[in-house]
């Protein structure tokens, strides 16, 4: 079992740096409050498991699974860091199928699931209420649009030429 403790990774540029088509406000809630709620709920289910895995507790250890899926998941989605017809929360992803320099095709996942298997994820864009709700009501086309004009390229070609041989290190 891993005693790794995970940590808020830093965003790579200022709250503010991608408005108008993100607020500053959004940012800082998504990644104060969102991002650090998964990592802190993420910690605690690991140290459970610790424990459990310890005193041979299987019942324990099984509650644990969705725990660690669900705030695993939203860690690992939102460090990384078919979108409209997504029905409720979740993330939309431009994925590799297969691995580095694959198809590229785009895929969604429900709540916090990350994507798996041997598809590589080039980008993602989170589609719960929370990441766009506050600045664009219900305008998720708007809010769609919007991230098309925020897109670190220069990095979603980095993850896609390196694939599966460097995986995302959180």
């Keep these: 079992m891993s005693s790794q403790t995970h940590t808020l990774p830093p965003l790579p540029y200022a709250y503010d740096a991608l408005e108008p088509v993100i607020s500053k406000q ?16 993420l910690n605690a289910a690991l140290s459970a498991q610790a424990s459990a895995t310890a005193l041979n507790d299987v019942p324990t250890l099984i509650a644990l699974q969705q ?31 297969g691995g580095a320099k ?30 766009y709700y506050l600045q664009y009501l219900n305008n998720k086309v708007g809010y769609v ?3 098309w004009k925020i897109i670190n390229w220069a990095e979603a070609e980095k993850r896609y ?10």
Excluded: C
Excluded at 73 to 78: D, E, L, R, V
């Design 26 to 41: 959004i940012m800082e809630l998504h990644h104060q409050k969102h991002h650090q709620t998964y990592i802190n709920n």
């Design 67 to 97: 725990k660690l899926r669900f705030n695993g998941g939203g860690h690992i989605n939102h460090s990384f860091t078919e979108l409209l017809g997504l029905q409720g929360s979740g993330w939309g992803w431009l994925v590799s199928k």
């Design 102 to 131: 694959g198809r590229l095709e785009i895929v969604t996942t429900k709540d916090q699931d990350p994507v798996n298997g041997p598809d590589v994820p080039v980008f993602g864009v989170d589609m719960w209420e929370h990441a």
């Design 145 to 147: 649009e919007g991230i």
């Design 161 to 170: 030429t390196a694939g599966v041989e460097n995986p995302l290190k959180l």
